[in-house]
Structure formats: structure tokens, C-alpha cells
């Protein structure tokens, strides 16, 4: 097991692992670390802990020290040049007619860097833009294109659910998230439900794929016949959480039907989920072949 001290850059942002140092780190504390881009400023996520080897990459740098009052007096300048930085770019990037939005900016701990984040429909000639932005700024100059997803993660918002975004406020990497997750939950496959203010499906539908997934399996097909105590019906229903089915029978002979709730283990049908699963794999192949 290695010995860790997890730090982030920003808030809600990707977790870093450091090595420790001799001294006692707090939660929320700020450290100095060298990293790819010189020497930086990070907070404190995770004081102490113990991880597996496979899940670094070693060797570990050391965490430098923790942050003087200077460090953090340096550190708050840097944020409070933010809002008039990117003014600034706005302006510039009108002058030169740029087909570009402007996201975001982040100044290195040493001063020596600006890096400012944009999105585009396509590749951007900012060369002009970049050579007037270094007479201003006196410093080099970086602009990194994002995506859709990134954009929303800098810059935040409301999801459909009322609260924010999970990937700016509590999910440091994006995940993998399918159509299938969406279906195995019962969601309604409209797009308009299930994607988020980036317009991609919503990381959420990953936190609780793995149970759903299982739930599916063992889940009659909403339309199948299905055997009750009470005779033969048809599924319209079905609740994973309590393992729940609503079934609708048919009673020809009075001409009426009803609607009864049965605990999965009280009805009878035949599972044909793993068919199913079958030629989903077999429609993902030959979609990958047409492509």
C-alpha cells in the first residue's frame, strides 16, 4: 500500500495524489506542490490515506510545503485577476472577429502563465489574438479548446434536477454513460429528460447502473404475459426499488379487468432478458461493422 495526501486545483475538481511529507495536513488546508506546469497552489482534500500501488503512478512527487500566508496572499491576487482577464480576451477575441466563447481562465502560482479555456464549432487562427494578449498580459499565453461536457463543468448551472451540476460541484471525473443505463432504469428514452445542460445524457444515470442492471435482468418485459395467484396477466408495470410488478387481468367472462401489485416472487413467466441481452450484442456488432 503507498502512502497519499490527495489535493485538488480546483473546487469540486479532479482529485491529485502527492506523497506526504513529515508534516500533518487538514482537510481544506493549502500546500504548494510541483506538478507538470512548475510549482502550483492545491487544497487539501484528503490528509492522509492508504491506496494500492496500481492505483498511482509512480514515483509519487512530494508535497513541497505547506502554504505560507505570502503563498495564500499570491494565490488570492491570481483569483482576483480572473473576472478582469477574461474582460479583457472578450474584447480581444470581438477586435479579431474570432469565432470562439471564452470559458475560463487560471493564472500559474509563479505569474509566468495565463491559461484561458474556449469552446468552438471548429479550429480557431488565434495567432494574432495570442501575440496581442502577451503585450498586454506581459506573460505567456495559452489557449486550450474544451468540450461541450468541460464547458459545464467550469462554468456550472443547474441541472434538470434542481440541483447543481454533478461535475462541477462533487464529480472530479466524467464517466461513461450509455442509452442502455437510461433503459435499464425505466427512464423515459426522450432526450429532452435524460441529458444534461451540456446536452449529453446525465452522468447521474451511472451512479446506480449496477443494481439496475441486475434488477432488469430478473424483471419480466413490460407487455409479457405473466402467471399471478390470481390467473394468467399482462405487465404494464414494474418497480425495482420494491422488486414490484403491476400486472393488468382480464376477466372475459364480466368484461372488466383490475390491476394488482405482486412481489417478484409471487409470479410466474419466462425470463427472456438473456435473448435479449444476445441480440443487443449482436446489433452492437454489426453497428460497429456499418461503421
Do not use: W
Not at 495565463?114 to 498586454?136: G, M
Request: overall charge positive; glycine content about 6%; proline content about 4%.
Amino acid at each position: 500500500m503507498a502512502k497519499i495526501t490527495g489535493v485538488t486545483f480546483k473546487d469540486g475538481g479532479k482529485v491529485y495524489y502527492f506523497a506526504p511529507g513529515k508534516e500533518k495536513y487538514k482537510e481544506g488546508m493549502g500546500v504548494i506542490v510541483e506538478t507538470a506546469r512548475g510549482v502550483e497552489y492545491a487544497t487539501v482534500v484528503i490528509p492522509f490515506a492508504e491506496v494500492e500501488e496500481d492505483k498511482i503512478v509512480s514515483p509519487l512527487k512530494p508535497i513541497v510545503r505547506i502554504a505560507t500566508a505570502k503563498d495564500r496572499e499570491i494565490h488570492r491576487k491570481n483569483l482576483e485577476k480572473k473576472d478582469g482577464a477574461l474582460k479583457t480576451v472578450a474584447e480581444k477575441i470581438k477586435k479579431f472577429k474570432l469565432d470562439m466563447k471564452l470559458i475560463d481562465c487560471e493564472f500559474t502560482f509563479d505569474g509566468a502563465k495565463a491559461i484561458f479555456y474556449y469552446s468552438a464549432p471548429q479550429r480557431v487562427d488565434f495567432r494574432e489574438l495570442v501575440k496581442e494578449l502577451s503585450q498586454v498580459f506581459r506573460m505567456r499565453i495559452e489557449l486550450r479548446q474544451v468540450g461541450i461536457r468541460d464547458e459545464i463543468k467550469m462554468i456550472g448551472g443547474l441541472a434538470p434536477c434542481g440541483r447543481e451540476c454533478c461535475c462541477s460541484c462533487c464529480m472530479p471525473d466524467f464517466k461513461k454513460v450509455s442509452i442502455k443505463m437510461a433503459k435499464n432504469q425505466g427512464l423515459s428514452l426522450n432526450p429532452g429528460k435524460i441529458s444534461g445542460l451540456c446536452g449529453r445524457l446525465m452522468c447521474c444515470l451511472s451512479y446506480e447502473n449496477e443494481y439496475y442492471a441486475d434488477a432488469y435482468k430478473k424483471m419480466p418485459k413490460i407487455g409479457s404475459e405473466v402467471e399471478t395467484p390470481e390467473g394468467k396477466g399482462s405487465v404494464v408495470n414494474v418497480n425495482m426499488l420494491k422488486m414490484e410488478v403491476r400486472v393488468r387481468i382480464d376477466d372475459k367472462e364480466k368484461d372488466i379487468f383490475t390491476y394488482h401489485d405482486y412481489p417478484l416472487s409471487e409470479i410466474r413467466f419466462k425470463n427472456n432478458r438473456k435473448q435479449e441481452k444476445e441480440e443487443e450484442e449482436i446489433s452492437d456488432d454489426l453497428r460497429e461493422i456499418l461503421d
